[in-house]
């Protein structure tokens, strides 16, 4: 049974930065790509980031790029979201998610891809 269980979810003022992380258990991490989903009160659940297994390939939703970056440590079981120039709007549970994927550099922000998830972690931005 795979597990994800993610931290690093705070309250933070706008303009702060924040690094989530989501450490995986149960299976070989490198055979997953990974992403980061997040979803506000009222709100459905968006797609914020993926990445490849390899970690070569990289995705962002259009509301983070360029503020957002998602990165991965295969020798830790860990996938990480670094998060700069937050905004009130980024305020949501953030979720990681793995994709049991075939090929190295597949990735994708396709929710309904993912097979596994973890139970969030609360990021609220300040104004």
């Known amino acids: 049974q795979v597990q994800l269980v993610e931290s690093g979810g705070r309250l933070v003022q706008s303009g702060g930065s924040l690094r989530l992380s989501c450490v995986v258990s149960g299976r070989t991490f490198s055979r997953y790509a990974m992403g980061w989903f997040r979803q506000a009160p009222g709100k459905e659940r968006e797609s914020v980031a993926a990445i490849s297994r390899n970690g070569i390939n990289i995705n962002y939703g259009d509301s983070v790029k360029g503020r957002f970056t998602i990165s991965r440590d295969n020798a830790k079981n860990t996938v990480y979201l670094q998060m700069d120039s937050l905004k009130p709007e980024d305020t949501a549970v953030y979720y990681c998610?793995?994709?049991?994927?075939?090929?190295?550099?597949?990735?994708?922000?396709?929710?309904?891809?993912?097979?596994?998830w973890g139970q969030g972690t609360q990021v609220t931005v300040s104004s």
């Open positions: 998610a793995a994709l049991e994927a075939q090929g190295f550099y597949y990735y994708t922000l396709a929710q309904r891809q993912y097979d596994y």
